[in-house]
């Protein structure tokens, strides 16, 4: 019997998607407890004919592919969760690779606590080419989203919630919640995110507990392309674009902004406890927030 269904969307990343199936393939849950979906999001590389060389060399892995055409991660992740033949969903991207027992401890964790819907496990930052000299631990959440609550089971701390590439949930406790806003998550290359935020808090505001599962570990690979200031400079634009969405759709437009206010001085005041060097990374960060946040652009519309 299936007890877990992976879901991997992907779009135009055939190596980093092999690189991310070679840790999935080595999980410990033995091979009929799960199964690995590949969310195809219009991709135009050779990713579908790699995954298929990849599946055939492994032919004992329940390993299949979808195509999903509607634009964006959070039709990737609504197309998987409809996919997925197990009651249980993990969710991965494909820059990412997991530790043996990821399946297991999610599978685990839910067997014994059947009225989880949600939860979400470790993230550890790797950098190829080494942990930049100018990176505080402010400026790589945005970039990594770095995540460790220790070594035991536990609710999430208040005011954090599980990372898009290493959450799972119970199917049926989804239900009346719906899924990811399409108005919201990355589009061919677009930095717009907070389709999962948005997708907890609805959890939260549900009375659903998030729960942190140790066990579940995984490393999100940041390559020197994501360390560059253009890079940066996008990304910290976008999620304040993100945040205003997110506040338009919730309508707290207002208190957002206000909240944006009072991170600026606490931002003035971590400047003193920073080199200079990392001073300037974190006040790029803040600006290119501030700047999306203020001036942000009009939702982007589409249900899944």
Known sequence: MIR???VIPTHNRAVPLLAALESVVRQSLPAEEWECVVVDNNSTDDTAERFAAFRSAHPGVRLRMVRETGPGVSYARNRG???AAAPLVAFID?????NADFLRAYADFFDTHPGAVVAGGRIIAEYPEGRPAWMSRWVEMP???PMDFGPDMRPFP????????NMAFRRAGLVGYGGFDPSL????GELIGGEENDFFERLLQGGETIWYVPGAVMWHIIPPSKLTVAYFRRLSRHVGVSQRLRAQIHHRVVRTCLLELFKWGATLLL???LSPRRGVWLLRLRWGISRGLFFGVRPRSGKS
């Open 4 to 6: 877990i269904s992976l």
């Open 271 to 273: 400047l003193l406890t």
């Open 143 to 145: 970039i990594a989203n």
């Open 158 to 165: 208040a005011g954090r919630v599980p990372g898009g590439g």
């Open 185 to 188: 998550g990355r589009v061919n």
């Open 94 to 98: 494909d820059d990412e690779r997991v």
């Open 81 to 83: 969760l409809r996919e």
